[in-house]
């Protein structure tokens, strides 16, 4: 390894916005259970699946419908 380096022509890297970043997300076992089988079927690794799923829905303004239904709680 050299002592020193010459970085003056250095540019910034243009695949710097492209980069993953590294999140926690907790999932439930079945979601990973479902995506892992896919991943065995497909020989895709189940966290690309599920950042190709998440890229898929983002990109096309996929909305999950959700319906809340009024509690019961209060009902004689």
């Known amino acids: 390894m050299r002592k020193e380096y010459d ?3 250095a540019r910034p890297n243009p695949y710097a916005k492209r980069l993953k970043k590294p999140v926690t997300i907790r999932l439930d076992a079945g979601t990973i ?4 089988k ?3 079927e497909s020989e895709i690794p189940y966290q690309t699946l ?3 799923y998440l890229r898929d829905c983002a990109a096309t303004g996929r909305r999950l419908a959700l319906r809340w239904r009024p509690s019961r709680a209060g009902a004689a």
């Open 7 to 9: 970085f003056s022509k």
């Open 33 to 36: 259970a479902y995506f892992k």
């Open 38 to 40: 896919l991943a065995g």
């Open 50 to 52: 599920i950042n190709l």
